[in-house]
């Protein structure tokens, strides 16, 4: 009798609906403490710096305040009150002096690390992007170490990126999305070349969340290993994806080699079957990607139409990268534009 009552409920939709209430609730509790957190730390750090500029005669005064405050307030509310912390207070609040600028979305781990970082566009683009796509504070600490912003300035201007996160624009090209390189350090594979395709695929299916969120905005997952079948020929696309913002299918193919032309002709053949069986009228043409260990940018270029857009190799490495090799990135490709210019 008991059991047959709770398929009734279930049935009924009120279980449901009850357990959405109460999970809700909950994480609405989660927020509000967060946020109570951060305007803690902010009021901290307001009333520092106002006690701060009442002895700036004194150069050391900010720190004796911290200091002092930090022995008092360590001892009766624990080290989330030390000098590290005061500090960071203090400096919470003279990077957001104004009180509604302190977005209820994010926390305060998320804000520590927004502190980090010096260039205030940057800053900003994190910001941003951590509210716009909901990132835990995890995700926003793995977009900055893999250096996100950095990577799409590769391909895109820094106003048009920054026009994406604050919603004046939507994406129009697949270049303002899918980053080169892209990082895939999660799926928790060593940096050598005996891997197959299907390793890496395999991989990245047990961390399809992750992937989704480094492939960038609007990706959906649609199919693995997508059987297409030519007269009596079997093949098939490692992986297919939908951007709602593109309006497209996006094709990926993995490779755990150099990039040749081949396989350049293999994607062009996909996509080219994707337009023609796939996609309804209203969609737009479906881009592929080959996902590559090394490639040349040069032998890429000559290998595709002049004015192609759909097509695009994207280079991955399964570490993050240090700026060291990202700077050099980012003059390899500004030398390349200027050699483009040049040659027209």
């Not at 969609?283 to 260990?293: F, K, Q, S, V």
Request: glycine share 4%.
């Amino acid at each position: 009798m008991e059991q047959k009552e709770s398929h009734t409920l279930a049935d009924n939709g009120i279980l449901r609906d009850a357990r959405q209430i109460i999970e809700t609730a909950r994480r609405n509790a989660v927020r509000s403490v967060d946020f109570n957190r951060v305007q803690m730390y902010w009021k901290l750090g307001k009333r520092i710096f106002e006690e701060e500029q009442q002895g700036k005669e004194r150069a050391d005064y900010g720190a004796y305040i911290v200091k002092t405050l930090a022995a008092n307030l360590e001892k009766e509310y624990g080290s989330g009150f030390g000098i590290r912390q005061l500090e960071r207070a203090r400096q919470f609040y003279r990077m957001y002096p104004i009180a509604s600028t302190v977005r209820t979305q994010l926390n305060w781990s998320q804000y520590k690390l927004l502190l980090t970082i010096q260039d205030p566009d940057k800053r900003e683009y994190y910001e941003l992007e951590s509210v716009n796509n909901a990132w835990t504070a995890r995700e926003t600490e793995r977009q900055i170490n893999s250096m996100l912003y950095e990577r799409l300035l590769l391909s895109n201007d820094k106003e048009s990126v920054l026009a994406v996160a604050r919603k004046e624009r939507i994406p129009e090209s697949p270049q303002e999305i899918i980053k080169d390189p892209m990082v895939l350090e999660f799926l928790g594979l060593e940096h050598q070349p005996s891997y197959y395709e299907k390793d890496i695929e395999g991989a990245i299916i047990s961390h399809l969340v992750d992937f989704l969120l480094e492939m960038g905005k609007g990706f959906s997952f649609v199919s693995r290993q997508k059987r297409i079948l030519l007269e009596d020929d079997e093949f098939f696309i490692d992986l297919v994806f939908y951007n709602r913002l593109l309006r497209c299918f996006v094709l990926v193919e993995l490779k755990t080699g150099k990039l040749t032309h081949q396989d350049l002709g293999q994607l062009q053949m996909y996509v080219n079957y994707y337009d023609r069986l796939e996609k309804t009228p209203d969609e737009n043409p479906t881009i592929g990607i080959l996902l590559c260990t090394s490639k040349n940018d040069t032998a890429v270029k000559m290998a595709l139409p002049e004015d192609n857009k759909t097509i695009l190799a994207s280079q991955y490495q399964l570490y993050l990268p240090t700026t060291e090799q990202l700077v050099h990135e980012i003059n390899e490709v500004k030398l390349l534009a200027q050699k483009g210019r040049t040659d027209e």
